[in-house]
């Protein structure tokens, strides 16, 4: 038996990850000192780490086939997620105070106080991601009854963005629903398909055609994230 | 390192060498936070909890695509071309090929900790499992890192193309 093999492959791995307290590093790195081979199982155990670590500093980006262009590559996925974290922040709060999640080159999601008051407002964006047609019927019916809860004098706007098989209830020939949709967008409801999802289907074989004035120009994430920044409430159906 | 969008996107492209994918995931990541905000308690906790999210956004895509029958057995696919095989001698793709071939959830640990350089117990917390579940796994991925990484010369990797597998 080698005199350095009472080190397990664990206890290097502790080390070179930093898990290990002072003393016990100490101890160890006394012992690589007096063994070239222990100190050699300590480099190949630092290699393999810097290694992996080299082997992702740059992953190569998606490719993007509609929706917004991507200029930088990364441009709208990175402020898509921003915002979604920012949306975080805001709906989270922290010792009685709001925050909001800043992203920062480096070190962990940080955290930052909301300068500002968030100010309240009274529009929804309602999220429809089942393609049961009792879910669709609610969603619809939901974003009726907020339209006509709305105070007098109140003008409050709600959207709907439909994704996975709830874009089901914008395809002019799936949904049930084609009249019930008109009927809102005639109080000016808007309707967002996923472009996402289209994109998927499309891949698949499948032909979408949407009812007239549905906008699909933007991911479902996208747009909820877009409408949470300003203070929309977001409700999934 | 960049910024938050960026690691969760690394992360899910180092777990699946898949850019649209890994980019899917991100996006349904950050779907589920939204939804689920009010589940975050601890806002020092905020990291561990988007990447739990990831992990298992990467498990529901697994278990939806039926390809995994479990993920502790999963050896990934290895398609390359020879065109792609010529360029795998460039050390970066070299590397990320060895880590493609580890069982996805040796992938995970052995990613979250040397990208993310997350501690044992934060890993452990991200993908629910002991602590001493994240050491062996680790000490398994990297070990099978350094067989294909360091102790063996190119002419004695094995050339043949591998498919999904079982490995016990």
Request: glycine fraction near 4%.
């Amino acid at each position: 038996m080698k005199k350095d093999e009472h080190i397990s492959e664990e206890q290097l791995n502790a080390l070179v990850d930093g898990e290990l307290d002072p003393e016990e590093k100490s101890r160890m790195y006394s012992e690589s000192e007096l063994s070239p081979e222990l100190d050699q199982r300590l480099c190949r155990q630092r290699k393999i780490k810097e290694l992996v670590k080299h082997a992702y500093e740059e992953v190569p980006q998606p490719r993007r086939l509609t929706g917004a262009p991507l200029a930088p590559a990364s441009l709208f996925g990175r402020s898509l997620v921003a915002g979604a974290l920012l949306v975080l922040g805001l709906a989270i709060g922290f010792f009685g105070e709001r925050y909001l999640f800043e992203t920062r080159s480096n070190g962990p999601l940080s955290i930052a106080p909301v300068a500002a008051t968030v100010t309240e407002t009274d529009n929804y964006i309602l999220h429809v991601v089942s393609g049961e047609p009792e879910h669709m019927y609610a969603a619809l019916q939901e974003a009726r009854e907020l339209l006509d809860s709305a105070g007098e004098g109140q003008f409050r706007q709600v959207e709907i963005v439909a994704n996975e098989n709830g874009l089901d209830l914008l395809r002019s020939d799936v949904t049930p629903y084609a009249d019930e949709i008109a009927s809102l967008q005639a109080r000016d409801v808007v309707f967002y398909a996923c472009s996402r999802t289209i994109e998927r289907l499309e891949e698949k074989g499948v032909k979408v055609h949407l009812v007239p004035e549905t906008d699909q120009n933007y991911t479902a994430l996208d747009r909820v994230v877009t409408r949470m920044k300003d203070d929309w409430k977001y409700k999934k159906i | 390192m960049g910024n938050s969008r960026d690691r969760l996107y690394r992360m899910a492209y180092a777990w699946t060498h898949d850019p649209q994918l890994a980019d899917d995931l991100v996006q349904q990541s950050m779907c589920k936070a939204i939804s689920n905000q009010k589940q975050l308690k601890d806002i020092g906790a905020v990291d561990a909890w988007l990447f739990r999210i990831l992990s298992n956004c990467l498990k529901d895509y697994y278990r939806a695509r039926r390809e995994v029958l479990s993920s502790e057995e999963l050896v990934v696919i290895d398609t390359r071309t020879p065109e792609q095989e010529a360029a795998e001698l460039q050390l970066v793709n070299k590397v990320r090929k060895a880590v493609r071939k580890l069982p996805t959830t040796q992938c995970q640990v052995v990613t979250l900790v040397d990208l993310e350089g997350f501690t044992y117990a934060t890993v452990a917390e991200i993908m629910e499992i002991p602590v001493g579940t994240v050491m062996s796994r680790l000490c398994r991925g990297r070990r099978a890192l350094r067989e294909s990484l360091i102790n063996i010369r190119p002419e004695q990797q094995d050339k043949k193309s591998v498919s999904l597998q079982r490995i016990k």
